[in-house]
């Protein structure tokens, strides 16, 4: 059994992952944690370093709370729901947790580009969850 999630050091990231790791502790299942950006544009060091501390952080709170986990990093021209569809189809997921923003009234007419390709295309049943009101 596996869990993907897709991974981006947000509110919505992060409540996805705890959502995704309290689905894993449940079915005694692997959680792969996918990070995906488009690679085009320049990260300066700063960016780069801080994105490692945060999978590091990330790491250290699956293993304190017993998560079986690995992490895929991409970088390059794809979009992220790609990345995500496609490591979601390699480890036959059972369910893909992408985090979604909360959005004004004509906002909700439109869906994120990325969720709404991941909902329409993956192959695996998907739990799309919001991160709680004042979260950070």
Do not use: W, Y
């Amino acid at each position: 059994m596996a869990v993907v999630v897709g991974f981006v050091p947000t509110k919505e990231g992060r409540a996805a992952l705890q959502r995704a790791a309290q689905e894993c502790l449940i079915r005694n299942a692997k959680l792969v944690v996918v990070s995906s950006s488009r690679g085009d544009r320049e990260h300066d060091s700063r960016e780069v370093q801080h994105f490692e501390e945060v999978l590091a952080q990330v790491h250290a709170e699956l293993d304190g709370r017993g998560v079986a986990h690995e992490t895929r990093e991409f970088a390059r021209n794809n979009e992220p729901a790609e990345d995500l569809i496609a490591v979601a189809d390699e480890v036959e997921a059972d369910f893909i947790v992408i985090g979604l923003r909360r959005r004004t009234p004509v906002g909700k007419l439109l869906l994120g580009s990325n969720a709404q390709r991941i909902l329409l295309e993956a192959t695996c049943p998907v739990l799309a969850v919001k991160a709680p009101e004042g979260a950070e």
